[in-house]
């Protein structure tokens, strides 16, 4: 069987994106039991302002729990967003080996959500890589809006690719590709991939697939098509999309792990075992979550 590799984003990208804030020993539950799922890659977190994220206000806490409870015994398994250098120095600080950075393929996008142009996007993101690559930490990359932006409407896959090119050539070493307000289908993620891999092998890639119209799973089998193996997806569903009021959001993890294995592809997730993990906040969120 085919491997495909999940990278689950909901302790960070789903709870940002819930409205309640999840106490800090429950999200550290929850990722203990992420990990006993067999899920590999876990998002645990953003060092971002308490102003900006209150959800992820604790994320120097989170870290420390983790360690103290004896979770940290494959800190190659966790990463967390940083959006500038303060935020790098505090994830260096607390002994992360791998970082996410985003900017996106639409500026009204980046000046709404960061105040800044693509360009100086990248430029923050430049002083972050002078950093962390001599410090040995791995980077990640996302780009959001790879298809529509939610203020200027389609993006061009054209755009997408001058974003993609100079953050490998920085150093990332994955580029994640958000389909930010989850309107895509697949014959648009199909002309994005062909675009792409002009010049970026597919084991670059990964796909962010988000389910606001119910084609998340639909974009997924079609990136397959074109050699991608690495998807994110959010326990449960987590996390909304807050440009389309009640949308679903993010990709369930279940609905992913569930799909690709009776296609006959291999995650080493367990769904049981996914679904106790997703239990473990299930009641400190308002809204049912994806327990299929």
């Not at 689950?8 to 203990?32: C, H, S, Y």
């Not at 729990?65 to 994830?91: C, F, I, T």
């Not at 009021?245 to 792990?257: C, F, K, Q, R, S």
Request: hydrophobic share 40%.
């Amino acid at each position: 069987m085919n491997a495909v590799v999940i990278k689950e984003v909901g302790p960070r990208d789903g709870l940002q994106n819930e409205k309640e804030n999840i106490p800090t020993a429950i999200k550290a539950e929850f990722i203990a039991a992420l990990r006993k799922s067999g899920l590999k890659y876990i998002e645990i977190t953003s060092f971002v302002r308490a102003d900006r994220i209150a959800q992820l206000a604790d994320a120097t806490e989170l870290v420390a729990l983790l360690k103290e409870r004896g979770l940290w015994d494959h800190p190659e398994s966790y990463s967390a967003l940083v959006p500038n250098r303060r935020g790098l120095d505090q994830a260096l600080e607390a002994g992360l080996q791998e970082i996410a950075v985003f900017t996106a393929a639409s500026d009204a996008f980046t000046q709404k959500n960061t105040n800044c142009t693509i360009e100086e996007s990248l430029q923050r993101i430049a002083e972050i890589m002078s950093v962390a690559i001599p410090a040995g930490v791995r980077v990640r990359g996302y780009i959001s809006t790879v298809v529509e932006c939610p203020y200027i409407g389609k993006i061009k896959p054209e755009q997408v690719r001058s974003v993609a090119l100079p953050l490998l050539e920085m150093g990332v070493y994955e580029i994640s590709l958000g389909e930010t307000i989850g309107v895509a289908v697949p014959d648009e993620i199909a002309a994005l991939l062909d675009c792409l891999l002009e010049d970026i092998p597919a084991h670059r890639l990964a796909g962010h697939y988000h389910d606001t119209r119910g084609t998340a799973l639909l974009n997924v089998f079609r990136s397959l098509q074109y050699g991608l193996t690495t998807f994110d997806s959010s326990a449960g569903g987590l996390g909304g999309c807050p440009y389309a009021p009640g949308a679903a959001g993010n990709l369930a993890t279940e609905a992913l792990v569930y799909a690709l294995e009776r296609s006959g592809y291999r995650t080493g997730v367990s769904l049981p075992d996914l679904r106790e993990a997703t239990g473990k906040v299930q009641g400190f969120v308002s809204r049912p979550l994806q327990m299929i």
